[in-house]
Structures are given as C-alpha cells and as structure tokens.
C-alpha cells in the first residue's frame, strides 16, 4: 500500500480526476513491472495544502492506513504563498521523522516546474529545503522541478498550449509520464522483494 499525501497536483485537481493525476499512474506502472504483486494507492492530495497542513493530517490519514511507502508532494503551495523558509524546514523534518518512526518508508517529492511561475515565485529556496531534508533523514527525494523543467527545455512538453483540449491532453500525458518516473525511482530506491514479471 502506497499513500500519496500532497497538494492540488496529487489530487489531480488540474485534470479533474484522481485516476489521471501521478499517484495512480504510478500505480499503473508499478503493476505493470510486478502482475502479481497486490499493489493499492491511497490519494491524499489536498488542492492548495501546504506542508503544515499536510502534516497536521498525518495522524488521520497516512498513520491509519499502515502504508508501505508514504510519497509526500509538497513545497509548490509554501513557495507561491511564501511562507516562512525555516516553519517548512521544520515541519517537513518533523513530519518525515514521524512516518519514519512509525515505520514508514519515504519519498519527499519537490515542487513542479512552470517557465511562467518559476520567474516570480522562489521555489528554489523550498526545493533546497527539502534536498537538506532528504540528506539529514536519509530518504530519497524525486526531483520533480529539474525533471520536468529538463522535458521543457528538450521540446519533450510545451506547458502553454494554446488550446483547452490541447491543455488537457498535455496534462494527461505529463502525469503519466511522472507516474512511470516516479515508479522507476521507487524500485531503484526500495528494490522489491520479489523478481521483476513475478
């Protein structure tokens, strides 16, 4: 069981349906490399969540749930509202030693990328935040922002079409893409106890 606590992205608020956002593409992928694996995702994304408010629900809906592996999104709502550097610093330390002690593996994922909010809003100051975070608890960070800023700069996604149904399509596609990411970066971290096709 994975739970996946995070923000409008996780909640897959941008496309209006839980299926379609990265969680359970992830879950799709990780299917796939493993059919006879039971694998289950409880989506906890919360549109507009900061890490404080994530955190506070921990107790109520991740703890609860008895997860093998807890993905926790978060960063992108603290940068465009932002808040203060060393509150986020604190909360997220707190909240992964807390899924850690209650034995829990975790994924910190750091915030999306956007070539319109990445000129006015920092995001980098949270991103770093996070990667120090990762370092000193010893968990695995899924880059996110460099990932999908790389697909930007190579021509792999163009983030302003200029149609809605051109919009919605390269949402569909870019939270698939995400999904089988994340779920290559999963194994890698956390091999499986069980034979790939097994």
């Given amino acids: 069981k994975i739970v996946a606590v995070g923000s409008g992205s996780t909640a897959g608020r941008a496309i209006g349906d839980a299926d379609l956002a990265y969680p ?3 879950a799709v ?23 404080q408010s994530m955190a506070t629900r921990f107790d109520r809906e991740v703890l609860s749930e008895r997860p093998t592996l807890v993905l926790w999104e978060t ?8 808040l203060d550097i060393d509150d986020f610093r604190d909360t997220v330390d707190a909240g992964v030693e807390k899924l850690r002690s209650a034995g829990f593996d ?3 994922i750091d915030t999306q990328f956007s070539q319109r909010t990445d000129s006015v809003i920092d995001v980098e100051r949270y991103n770093a935040t996070l990667r120090d975070v ?14 999908m800023r790389d697909w930007a700069e190579n021509g792999v996604f163009d983030y302003n ?5 051109a919009q919605h399509a390269m949402i569909v596609r870019l939270y ?14 956390f091999p499986p106890p069980f034979a790939t096709g097994q």
């Fill in 24 to 26: 359970e593409r992830l």
């Fill in 29 to 51: 992928a990780l299917r796939a490399r493993f059919p006879k694996a039971k694998i289950s995702i409880v989506n906890r994304g919360v549109a507009r969540a900061t890490a």
């Fill in 75 to 82: 960063g992108t709502v603290d940068a465009a509202r932002a």
């Fill in 106 to 108: 975790v994924v910190l």
């Fill in 134 to 147: 990762a370092h000193l608890r010893n968990v695995p960070l899924f880059p996110r922002h460099d990932l």
């Fill in 161 to 165: 079409p200029a149609t809605a149904p």
């Fill in 176 to 189: 698939d893409c995400i999904g089988r990411a994340l779920a290559a970066f999963v194994v890698r971290a």
